[in-house]
């Protein structure tokens, strides 16, 4: 299958969209570098890390209708979230584990992102558990219009559910089970598989015997596509046409960006002993965000005056939510039980 890459901006998107777009990746990326901070001055417990998913994370988030459409994210996909409108203060809360936290009241592990008026779906730890999900919300908003209560083109609806997920978990039952539901009912639904060539440490050929995820589209009767995750433009581009195809009644799509975290798996890991330091380097040359900037700098759009004030404006921003969670009371053990049981048992 080929791998979609090197793209030009569509004509959806404006010079307004696409300095938002490197600005939430920017955004992102610092606050998650803050967290790789605190968690080794032992002022958090745990962060999981997005650190280079961020170009296909940000073009999936802008080729959907952000804050309505129903998003099942996983536990790497900050920058995704932020770009719908998850805020760096948000996420710090989460971190610290503070009253008041967005997505669970603190209960959650932090990364597990949820968060009902944008329509950000709570997950669980198991991974792919999400898949089946996200699939079941996808035939909800096709039977809402089948049966005539909600207007399919009206976009204050969701329009189409994504669900998204490493490539190891595809290994997990749900997934497939998920992906035949999609295709047997032909539901507006995009299945995101953000490949980073490992799950924890095991490697994607130990995880699969075919070269790509989306090869397996075909047994579900679904649209299937490849794209350079590190092209936030490709990826846009990608996920506008899984959108449409949604929206107009043509049934779901996966679509495998290739990609790479940075970083270790988590907080807890330590990546040295399975992959060379010579790959790490090696992907760092191919940086959705350096990638990005150079392409908007070549373009006139951006220049080194306008970096140095996103910095700048980004370095404030963590900052100030740092602050903000450190400053907060911690979760009260009274939340610990609400909104998970009808009545409260004691
Ligand atoms: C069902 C299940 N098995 C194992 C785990 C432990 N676990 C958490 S993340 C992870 C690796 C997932 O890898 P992948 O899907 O490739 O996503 P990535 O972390 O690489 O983005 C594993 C095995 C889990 N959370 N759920
Ligand atoms: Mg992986």
């Known amino acids: 299958m080929a791998i979609q890459t090197h793209a030009r901006p569509s004509d959806y998107l404006s010079q307004d969209a696409l300095l938002e777009m490197f600005w939430t990746m920017l955004l992102s990326r610092r606050l998650d570098e803050r967290a790789w901070v605190l968690h080794r001055q032992g002022k958090i417990a745990f962060h999981i890390s997005g650190m280079g998913h961020e170009g296909i ?11 309505v459409d129903f998003v099942h994210p996983y536990y790497r996909d900050l920058a995704l979230v932020m770009a719908i409108g998850i805020t760096a203060t948000d ?4 971190l610290y584990g503070k009253a008041g936290e967005k997505s669970s009241k603190a209960r959650q592990m932090p990364s597990h992102f949820g968060y009902k008026p944008l329509n950000i779906v709570s997950g669980s730890s198991p991974v792919a558990t999400q898949v089946p999900q996200a699939a079941g919300l996808a035939f909800g908003i096709k039977y809402k219009q089948q049966m005539g209560l909600v207007d399919p083109l009206d976009p204050k609806h969701p329009r189409l559910a994504l669900a998204c997920l490493g490539e190891g978990s595809t290994s997990q039952g749900e997934w497939h089970e998920g992906m035949n539901w999609a295709g047997v009912h032909k539901l507006p639904f995009i299945c995101l598989v953000e490949n980073n060539l490992y799950a924890i440490s095991v490697p994607v050929d130990e ?5 790509n995820v989306a090869d397996r589209a075909a047994a579900y009767g679904l649209k299937g596509v490849v794209v350079d995750g590190n092209d936030i433009l490709a990826s846009y581009n ?10 107009n009644g043509d049934g779901p799509t996966l679509v495998e960006a290739k990609t790479y975290r940075l970083v270790p798996h988590s907080s807890d890991d330590d990546d040295r002993s399975y992959r ?3 790959e790490v380097e090696e992907w760092k040359r191919k940086d959705p965000i350096l990638r990005f900037q150079q392409y908007l ?12 004030e996103y910095e700048e404006r980004a370095r404030a921003e963590v900052d100030q939510a740092q602050a903000a969670a450190e400053a907060a009371p911690d979760a009260e053990t009274d939340d610990l039980m609400s909104d998970v049981y009808a009545e409260v048992v004691s």
Do not use: C, D, H
């Not at 995880?207 to 070269?211: F, G, K, N, P």
């Open 57 to 67: 994370q940000v073009g999936t988030a802008f080729a959907i209708n952000r804050g």
């Open 276 to 278: 060379t330091r010579e």
């Open 91 to 94: 996420f710090m809360m989460s």
């Open 207 to 211: 995880q699969m015997a075919v070269s």
């Open 238 to 247: 990608v996920l506008k046409e899984a959108a449409e195809r949604a929206y």
């Open 297 to 308: 700098t070549e373009e006139t759009i951006l220049n080194p005056v306008k970096v140095a």
